[in-house]
């Protein structure tokens, strides 16, 4: 559990802690002490709404579910801008039903000015980027042997600019309904790298609960998973990286169904899925506490690597600082740990490739194994790879492995080296 609380912070931590002008270990605990709080109020109001919608042991087990989910401790921990998203989401849904609009279009709003998102589906708006599809569309047909004798005009109906654009807006927002995501992002049984959200046995109660409700035919609730379910949609829609993140907010509306599924169905079924559950409650915590790097996004491990280690060296003598942009921008970072020496001393944070890039001496070098030696498309490096970088004249002052890369092609390796 200690290895999860002293976690390195996120980049949105760090971003956070750069708009208060204040860094240190100190505002990283409040952070993720308001997070928590945020987090507790969100359950409050969620359990307030649907009690008043059902009932209330439909409305503490939906709360239970998510308790016992890892993903709101890791929001807690690593995401409060992600928590706040969760706090307005709740408070819009606790308002009277003409507010539940105001959450349609006043979220996605403050996802992508607040939180800082840059949605993809945005870009696909415009002609700009579909303008060079569709040029790209034509050549291959014109390039091909035995050409297209079909008019240039009825090829037109389906390769012009409006169905791409269709085309890629269509693309971006139907992956919503992530099973692999919502339901099997565990390491037992499927091996895949995510938070988990709910447990791989829940999702025998999804079938159960959506059987239930159209059963009941509750028109408070129904309007409910309804305007809650559109509201998360365009927060995934409107929102940008990790599917898991993006779809944070479907728990809301996918807990009320997995507890009314719960709460319907005979004890001699609900009996043997809650000891499954619990089995994967303690499996998941396990894992969470022994493997936290595994679990949590891989790069604050990389830049605390970075500059714990610079922090150690006499800046003075370098004339540049180069730290590697391949994860991220490390500049935020440099603050947090090294504070005005990031000021005071020449950084530069952009990615390098030494066996490509003129590197001029006395410069220091914070980067991956591939940004050394050069990439490999098959992203592994032979062991003794530091022997062979300092032939060249590279001299590695400290180097450690990040589980699980986070810089394809660029290895697993991460090095700290200076060219004198």
């Given at each position: ?15 956070i802690?750069?708009w208060v ?8 605990i ?9 987090l507790a109020?969100s359950l409050?109001l ?15 087990v939906t709360v239970?579910?998510?308790i ?5 401790w ?5 995401y409060p ?26 979220l996605?709003?403050?996802?992508v000015?607040?939180?800082g998102?840059?949605p993809?589906v ?12 569709v040029n ?6 014109d ?8 008019p240039?005009?009825?090829r037109?109906?389906s390769?012009?600019k409006?169905?791409f654009?269709y ?9 919503f309904f ?7 992002g565990?390491?037992?049984p499927?091996?895949q ?7 791989w046995t829940?999702?025998?109660?999804l ?6 409700l ?6 408070e609730i129904?309007h409910?998973?309804?305007i809650?379910?559109l509201i998360?949609w365009?927060g ?11 779809l944070?907010g ?5 807990s009320?169904?997995?507890a009314?599924?719960l709460v319907n169905?005979?004890?001699y079924?609900a009996?043997p899925?809650s ?12 894992n969470?506490s022994?493997r ?8 604050p491990?990389?830049?605390q690597?970075?500059?714990?280690n610079i ?17 991220g921008?490390g500049?935020?970072?440099c603050?947090?740990y ?5 000021k ?10 030494v066996?490509k890039?003129?590197?001029e001496?006395?410069?220091?070098l914070?980067?991956?194994v ?7 498309e098959?992203?592994r490096?032979p062991?003794?790879?530091v022997?062979k970088v300092?032939?060249t004249?590279?001299?590695?002052l400290?180097?450690?492995s990040?589980?699980d890369?986070v ?10 080296a200076e060219?004198?």
């Amino acid at each position: 559990m200690f290895n999860i609380l002293a976690y390195p912070p996120t980049e949105e931590q760090v971003k956070i802690m750069g708009w208060v002008g204040l860094y240190g270990e100190n505002w990283l605990i409040v952070l993720r002490v308001v997070a928590t709080l945020l987090l507790a109020f969100s359950l409050f109001l969620l359990a307030k709404t649907i009690a008043a919608r059902t009932s209330r042991i439909v409305a503490l087990v939906t709360v239970c579910l998510l308790i016992i989910s890892p993903t709101l401790w890791v929001v807690a921990l690593a995401y409060p801008l992600t928590a706040l998203m969760l706090f307005c989401l709740s408070l819009v849904l606790n308002l009277n039903y003409r507010f539940f609009y105001i959450g349609v279009i006043v979220l996605p709003i403050l996802n992508v000015l607040l939180i800082g998102n840059h949605p993809t589906v945005l870009s696909k708006i415009g002609f700009e980027e579909i303008q060079e599809k569709v040029n790209n569309h034509f050549y291959a047909e014109d390039s091909l042997r035995e050409k297209i004798e079909t008019p240039l005009w009825f090829r037109r109906l389906s390769g012009n600019k409006i169905f791409f654009d269709y085309k890629e807006i269509v693309t971006e927002t139907l992956p919503f309904f992530d099973l692999e995501s919502l339901f099997f992002g565990e390491i037992n049984p499927t091996e895949q790298k995510s938070i988990v959200m709910f447990y791989w046995t829940e999702i025998f109660l999804l079938v159960l609960g959506l059987y239930y409700l159209t059963k009941q035919k509750n028109k408070e609730i129904n309007h409910f998973l309804l305007i809650s379910g559109l509201i998360v949609w365009l927060g995934f829609v409107f929102s940008s990286g990790p599917t898991n993140l993006r779809l944070i907010g479907a728990m809301w509306p996918i807990s009320l169904i997995l507890a009314t599924g719960l709460v319907n169905i005979s004890k001699y079924i609900a009996i043997p899925l809650s000891l499954l559950i619990v089995y994967g409650i303690l499996i998941n915590a396990s894992n969470l506490s022994r493997r936290s790097e595994y679990w949590f996004d891989n790069r604050p491990l990389v830049y605390q690597f970075w500059f714990e280690n610079i922090d150690k060296l006499d800046l003075s003598k370098y004339k540049t600082i180069r730290v590697s942009g391949r994860v991220g921008n490390g500049k935020g970072y440099c603050f947090y740990y090294l504070g005005e020496k990031c000021k005071k001393y020449n950084f530069i944070f952009e990615s390098f490739e030494v066996p490509k890039d003129e590197i001029e001496k006395n410069t220091l070098l914070a980067g991956f194994v591939g940004e050394f030696a050069g990439s490999r498309e098959d992203n592994r490096f032979p062991n003794n790879w530091v022997d062979k970088v300092q032939e060249t004249g590279i001299k590695i002052l400290a180097k450690s492995s990040v589980r699980d890369s986070v810089a394809f092609r660029f290895g697993e390796d991460i090095g700290l080296a200076e060219i004198e």
